[in-house]
């Protein structure tokens, strides 16, 4: 009925860049909050950054003033910029989008995951 369909993830050296693309497709009303979540090996899944429909937008402390999300709505996708990685960012991440269908029912959904390593 939805779908999330993450890309961009890949191998990059520390101290570089990867931009993640998220877009939502299917039976599709309004998207309300998207956001990035990620999960390291042997850890639970956390909270990367959240955008709001009026593009409000909140991020870990761990992540701020190094990731920008942002979005398109026009397209139904989010983005997520990441500059000046470290080796601890290394995870799975997963997109995430609260979404009204066009048979009114409201629901979470999420991507399938995109994998981002940070080594030298």
């Known amino acids: 009925q939805v779908q999330l369909v993450e890309s961009g993830g890949g191998l990059v050296q520390p101290g570089g860049s990867l931009r993640l693309s998220c877009t939502a497709s299917?039976?599709?009303?309004?998207?309300?909050?998207m956001g990035w979540y990620r999960q390291a090996l042997g850890k639970q899944r956390e909270l990367v950054a959240t955008?709001?429909?009026?593009?409000?937008?909140d991020y870990a402390d761990s992540v701020k003033g190094r990731f920008t999300i942002s979005r398109d709505s026009a397209k139904n996708t989010v983005y997520l910029q990441m500059n000046s990685l470290k080796p601890e960012d290394t995870a799975v991440y997963y997109c995430?989008?609260?979404?009204?269908?066009?048979?009114?029912?409201?629901?979470?959904?999420w991507g399938q995951g995109t994998q981002v390593t940070v080594s030298s």
């Open positions: 299917g039976r599709i009303f309004s998207i309300n909050a």
């Open positions: 955008i709001t429909r009026t593009d409000d937008t």
């Open positions: 995430d989008a609260n979404i009204l269908t066009s048979d009114w029912s409201n629901g979470n959904y």
